[in-house]
């Protein structure tokens, strides 16, 4: 019984949130093609860039969708606000319809060697204020370029750079999407049938770096799960020496004793945990990277990095949502 009060309370408010979501954008098609009606809201900064962020996601973004490259894009905007520090509702639908989508739409064409592009995520935060009070509001897309995903772990995976796996096959996939991937298996089962996932981002935390989370001192590190995320360096001087070599560099599989792709895999899992009980809310995207440095044309670092979105994720009917290419808006 409790099971079922709490799957009535899920839908009620998937059902809301939907619903406040279609009002809001009707409100905003509504006042751009009429900005000579009378204004029936304003909004705070803080909520027109929660709604708008509602919307752009609901509208533009990509949910349980393949992806072999990500890409995280910044721009930025000034919101006009009045002496009371609100935007009404005419002036919002510009503001979406004219600055946003088209700062949105620049940064994506500004990528390149993205064959499928499609958007995952908006990330919209005031930032500051400008001189004359209006808001400086930066906009984040996270775009990826969408493919067809297979994949055979069992000989692991090249750290990054797209080179495939061990054996430098099932290119364009390397560590880092392939446990995106697997992370996204688990946090993101199959919806139930006939619904459909949306997500609303609340806050994009700052990136982890494996130089923050070393597991082991220096004296100890050998190349070999030394940090919660995937580290390697060259150092002659230390004793014993580190050196990368192609072992360092190729991740060991799943089915592997031990395993790399395992302990990454549990590691980055445990970091989205931890984020979502300090704030309080839910997963919705990723983006692992991949780094490295060079001295005398001597590769000397490789690393992982992870970055994380928290928000809400909902569900919502099949056939009620109809996601638009952005670019093509």
């Not at 406040?20 to 000579?36: A, D, R, T, V």
């Not at 001087?237 to 031990?258: A, K, M, Q, V, W």
């Not at 000397?300 to 290419?325: C, M, N, P, Y």
Request: aromatic residues 12%; glycine residues 6%.
């Amino acid at each position: 019984m409790q099971q079922q009060n709490t799957t009535v309370t899920d839908n009620e408010a998937n059902e809301a949130m939907l619903q406040h979501i279609l009002n809001f954008k009707q409100g905003m098609e509504y006042s751009y093609k009429h900005p000579e009606m009378r204004d029936g809201e304003s909004f705070t900064a803080p909520d027109a860039v929660y709604e708008l962020e509602a919307l752009l996601n609901f509208n533009f973004c990509y949910t349980d969708i393949e992806v072999n490259k990500k890409r995280f894009v910044n721009t930025q905007i000034t919101m006009p606000l009045d002496d009371m520090g609100k935007i009404g509702e005419s002036k919002l639908a510009q503001l979406y319809y004219e600055a946003i989508i088209d700062s949105i739409q620049a940064r994506m064409l500004s990528i390149t060697n993205y064959d499928n592009m499609k958007l995952l995520l908006v990330d919209l935060q005031q930032t500051g204020t400008a001189d004359n009070g209006d808001a400086i509001v930066s906009i984040g897309a996270l775009v990826g370029n969408e493919i067809n995903y297979t994949s055979t772990d069992e000989i692991g995976w090249w750290f990054g750079k797209a080179a495939g796996n061990c054996q430098g096959e099932n290119d364009p996939l390397d560590a880092t999407i392939v446990l995106t991937h697997d992370i996204y298996f688990v946090r993101f089962p199959a919806p139930p049938p006939g619904k459909v996932r949306r997500k609303v981002n609340i806050i994009t935390l700052p990136e982890y770096k494996p130089w923050d989370y070393f597991l082991v001192s220096d004296d100890e590190r050998d190349n070999f799960e030394d940090s919660r995320l995937f580290y390697a360096e060259e150092d002659a001087t230390h004793n014993p020496p580190l050196h990368i070599t192609d072992d360092t560099r190729c991740l060991s599989g799943y089915f592997e004793t031990p395993s790399e792709m395992t302990f990454y895999r549990d590691s980055y899992q445990q970091f989205i945990d931890s984020a979502e009980i300090d704030n309080n809310l839910e997963f919705t995207d990723c983006v692992i990277s991949w780094g490295e440095a060079y001295n005398n044309n001597i590769q000397t670092k490789i690393w992982h990095t992870l970055q994380i979105t928290l928000g809400h994720v909902w569900l919502v009917d099949e056939g009620s949502v109809t996601i638009d290419d952005i670019l093509a808006y």
